[in-house]
């Protein structure tokens, strides 16, 4: 059982994640919300804080399987760290005691995955290699 499901909060992670994932959704012209994830999760940071969560935003990166070539036509393919941004984008989401909860990681779905990507996304960094934090508490 996780913890997450038996905290006895004013409102669940998930039921948060949801009404900000659907709030953004409803704002944004993007069902993706690709690029978004660092205003999104500051966000989503802010609301779960409001609830009483320990919440923290995490910079890190997210290993997709093959990239998606549109998506990358900026990048120079001379830069020493091509290979580094195609493979494992900069990306951000939430965190809450060690536990990922992320509403922006749908903006990976064009690239070719192994796995189906949620529209929430809550778990540990076990369950989910995907994540691979560089800065936690980032502001």
């Not at 004013?10 to 069902?31: F, M, P």
């Not at 951000?92 to 070719?112: M, P, R």
């Not at 796995?115 to 508490?137: F, K, V």
């Amino acid at each position: 059982m996780n913890w997450y499901k038996t905290v006895k909060y004013e409102k669940k992670l998930e039921e948060i994640a949801s009404d900000i994932l659907k709030k953004n959704l409803e704002y944004y012209d993007d069902e993706n919300l690709r690029a978004l994830c660092l205003p999104i999760s500051r966000e989503l940071k802010q609301e779960l804080v409001k609830y009483g969560y320990n919440a923290i935003i995490v910079q890190g990166t997210f290993n997709i399987d093959e990239p998606n070539p549109e998506y990358y036509e900026d990048i120079d393919e001379e830069d020493d760290n091509y290979e580094q941004i195609l493979y494992n984008p900069l990306h951000y989401w939430v965190e809450v005691n060690g536990i990922i909860i992320d509403i922006t990681a749908k903006q990976f779905e064009d690239e070719v995955m192994s796995d189906d990507i949620q529209p929430i996304t809550i778990g540990t960094y076990d369950e989910l290699p995907r994540y691979n934090p560089i800065r936690r508490n980032w502001k």
